[in-house]
């Protein structure tokens, strides 16, 4: 079931999965992300306003001793959606089953883990915007009437069978909120939108799974790998895999700040998370569009990607910080952009303050 579901959420992330920078899981990541997954909520580090959301939630479920209703997870990549569906069911001490929007191809899938499902039983559904439309328009149902029709036989001759289910909780996990039909929405009773993390909780993470991998660091270390991973959890725990393999090569006793720095490098990763191809990004802006505005497909052609690549891989993050903005007539680099490449914008370029 499990890699069912990772091969789901890979599905066409290719390009992207190659990069060191990516959010999604690359690799055999499913795996070693495992075991850096917090299993209790105390052990979930920052996103402190969803976290005492989701303690009430649970709790009053408790206290109540009932299913909670159904949870919507929603957020990019790499922000612990999958792992607090995870500790839901562990606090709640209930089994969880795991699929994925792009797992289920027909409703009759669906429609057979829900008749299976025992009561109080967590069902996860990851990508769960990637649902075929039959598949949700049974589940709606399912959630609200914890009913489902199961059709039997084919042709003129097929009839359906209601049958009644066991209370249960969904929780759904989604990149793409505004891809899910309001209906579906409607029927989650808590729905938690997870943040882009500061660094002071990269930090606190970073050390945690530090802890967890038996790699001693110092404070300093894990400074400089918060700076360095977007905001992500998955991408700081993928960096510090690699600062200690570079602590393995070296025979270290203490990770410092200058080895993260060396080890990062290596990677061509700078200090501010940006990766070769933010960099390139960033230098055709301003050396061969003299800052801009540059047009998407124009700019990706320079360096060599796909449009769509240079667009939601790169520009997210490089928008985010500052470093690009998006305007009617193209993309324009920021001064920050300008600064963090060591060069002035000439009088006349399109820097952006
Ligand atoms: N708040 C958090 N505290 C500790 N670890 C986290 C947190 N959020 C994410 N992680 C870790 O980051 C990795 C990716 O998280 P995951 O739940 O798989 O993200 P998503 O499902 O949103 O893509 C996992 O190893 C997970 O344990
Ligand atoms: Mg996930």
């Known amino acids: 079931m499990m890699d069912e579901m990772y091969d789901g959420v890979n599905a066409g992330a290719n390009e992207e999965s190659l990069r060191m920078v990516s959010s999604s899981p690359v690799g055999n990541e499913p795996v070693s992300d495992e075991e850096l997954r917090p299993h209790v909520l105390d052990g979930f580090i920052g996103q ?24 919507l997870l929603a957020g990019p990549p790499g922000l612990g959606k999958t792992t607090l569906a995870m500790i839901v069911a562990n606090e709640l001490g209930v089994p969880i089953r795991v699929t994925s929007g792009p797992a289920i191809q027909h409703a009759g899938d669906l429609a057979s883990i829900l008749s299976s499902l025992e009561a109080g039983e967590v069902l996860f559904i990851d990508e769960i915007h990637r649902l075929p439309r039959a598949a949700e328009e049974l589940l709606y149902i399912a959630m609200e009437d914890f009913r489902v029709d199961v059709m039997v036989g084919k042709g003129p001759g097929a009839s359906s069978i209601p049958l009644t289910l066991p209370r249960f909780t969904v929780i759904g996990a989604t990149t793409r909120e505004g891809m899910l039909p309001s209906p579906l929405r409607a029927r989650f009773g808590f729905t938690a939108h997870l943040d882009f993390y500061p660094h002071d909780e990269l930090e606190k993470l970073i050390t945690r799974s530090a802890a967890v991998l038996g790699l001693p660091l110092d404070d300093g270390s894990a400074a400089q790998l918060a700076r360095r991973s977007r905001g992500t959890p998955r991408i700081a725990n993928r960096l510090l895999r690699r600062v200690r393999d570079w602590a393995v090569v070296h025979e270290l006793d203490t990770v410092e700040p200058d080895d993260v720095v060396e080890a990062l490098a290596l990677y061509q990763i700078d200090t501010e998370g940006l990766d070769r191809l933010d960099i390139a990004v960033l230098n055709a802006i301003v050396t061969n569009f003299n800052g ?48 963090h490449l060591g060069l002035t914008p000439p009088d006349g370029a399109g820097a952006l303050s």
Not at 51 to 64: E, G, M, N, P, T
Not at 295 to 322: F, H, I, K, Q
């Open 292 to 339: 801009g505005p540059v047009g998407v497909n124009n700019l990706a052609a320079m360096v060599g990607e796909e449009s769509e690549t240079v667009e939601t891989v790169c520009e997210p993050y490089l928008v985010r910080e500052g470093f690009m903005v998006r305007t009617p007539r193209g993309r324009v680099a920021t001064r920050k952009a300008w600064d």
């Open 48 to 71: 402190p306003l969803l976290k005492a959301q989701l303690q009430l939630f649970l709790d009053a479920a408790r206290k109540r001793d009932v299913p909670p209703d159904h949870i």
